[in-house]
Structure formats: C-alpha cells, structure tokens
C-alpha cells in the first residue's frame, strides 16, 4: 500500500484535534470553528489525495 493510502485510510481514526492540525498544516490557517469533523474528512481527503497526484 502507498503512503498516500495509508495517510487516506487513516483519515477516519483521527481525532478531531489531529484533524484541525492537518488543516492547518495544508492550508496555512486554522479551521473555522464550526467546521464539523464529518465535513473535514472528505475536504482534506481530497486535497491530501490532489497533492499527491
């Protein structure tokens, strides 16, 4: 399996403070507050996934 798999499958495990880093980390500020983790999952799935393309 890639690392970008790997990365992807993991996504779900991740708690909601380690998905607000990723956020942050991809990019360059902090999530809105009211972003809900249900709708991070896929946002950053896909940018996660775009960049490695």
């Known amino acids: 399996m890639s690392p970008t ?10 708690d909601r403070a380690d998905l607000l ?4 980390r991809n990019f360059g500020r902090a999530a809105s507050s009211g972003l809900r ?3 991070m999952l896929p946002i950053l799935a896909f940018i996660w996934d775009e ?3």
């Open 21 to 24: 880093d990723l956020w942050k």
């Open 5 to 14: 798999a790997q990365i992807l499958e993991r996504l779900p495990s991740l």
């Open 37 to 39: 983790r249900e709708l």
């Open 51 to 53: 960049a490695r393309s």
